[in-house]
């Protein structure tokens, strides 16, 4: 592809990933976050919860200031603490449902036009049970979000055998839920990530396909998968090259070519596409930044 990357995609990073010291809500946050607004290769950030509220009103004047579009995750609010959307425990549901509705309060605060969040944990026996416990917390979540303004509300797609084993999961159930939350929200839809499709255990066009018309988010990122004795096995986001990594140059490539025929990948609004990725033992964050830049240049190059 001749045409630059920002024609096409608002390329953003995962600040908490990349910095995962900052992932609790605390550490430096504003130091690390100033870094990304300084990279003009980045115009989106995704960040999570800052808890002290000075540092706070800090990152959001800098934010502000730095013209990137600003995303909220709250998956490190429910990966953290143990909380799921889809318990089965009503007061642990509830208890999910007001962290969730926090981290809305705060994405609002600082600036943000997405907020996500993944599903939790469940009992193959009772799955039926937990998805329908999803999409009644997905529907009072996104009514709150629409309560409050015009922030859009996306779901990742994550694992549901291997690391996180998360309800949602596989992309024909993904297809049921987002069908289901979309008869009420439209502003409600998917985020995939090219690093948990191997661990789903499909292909890029099995993952993406079946939900091309639901899909609002996507990251980049490697994996994992081949033997739990690897190093960085699991949903720990290693940088390209790593060893026995599922994703280089060529899937991204692949990946960037299926968003770009489903026409998630446009001119006309290009989405945001962040890097995912997470230094491992002793690795240097911006090395690791600059890998999946470099990554990305030249999976777009062959695009």
Not at 4 to 19: D, E, I, Q, R
Request: hydrophobic content about 40%; charged content about 25%; overall charge negative.
């Amino acid at each position: 592809m001749n045409a630059p990357l920002c024609n096409y995609m608002k390329v953003g990073l995962v600040h908490f990933m990349a910095f995962p010291e900052t992932m609790k809500g605390e550490g430096p946050i504003f130091e690390t976050i100033k870094k990304v607004v300084l990279d003009e290769y980045f115009t989106a950030i995704e960040i999570t919860t800052v808890k002290d509220i000075d540092v706070r009103r800090k990152v959001k004047s800098l934010l502000e200031s730095s013209h990137m579009t600003i995303a909220y995750a709250a998956q490190p609010r429910l990966l953290t603490t143990g909380l799921n959307l889809n318990d089965t425990n009503e007061e642990g549901r509830q208890r999910a449902l007001a962290n969730v509705k926090e981290g809305i309060d705060e994405a609002y605060e600082i600036g943000a036009t997405g907020f996500s969040f993944l599903s939790g944990k469940y009992d193959e026996a009772r799955r039926e049970e937990a998805l329908e416990l999803l999409v009644k917390s997905t529907n009072e979540i996104c009514a709150y979000t629409k309560s409050k303004g015009d922030m859009k509300v996306s779901l990742e797609v994550f694992d549901y055998d291997v690391d996180k084993r998360s309800l949602i999961g596989p992309a024909d159930l993904a297809l049921r839920y987002v069908q289901e939350v979309r008869k009420e929200h439209d502003h409600f839809g998917l985020m995939v990530d090219l690093s948990h499709i191997p661990l789903i255990h499909e292909t890029i066009e099995e993952s993406l396909l079946p939900v091309k018309d639901y899909i609002t988010h996507a990251h980049i990122g490697n994996c994992v998968v081949k033997s739990p004795d690897m190093p960085a096995y699991g949903d720990v986001h290693p940088r390209f090259g790593f060893p026995n990594g599922e994703n280089d140059v060529a899937e991204v490539t692949h990946y960037l070519k299926v968003l770009l025929e489903i026409g998630y990948l446009n001119t006309e609004t290009p989405p945001i596409v962040s890097f995912e990725v997470k230094p491992f033992g002793d690795e240097d964050s911006d090395v690791v930044i600059a890998n999946a830049k470099r990554t990305l240049n030249a999976a777009w190059a062959k695009v």
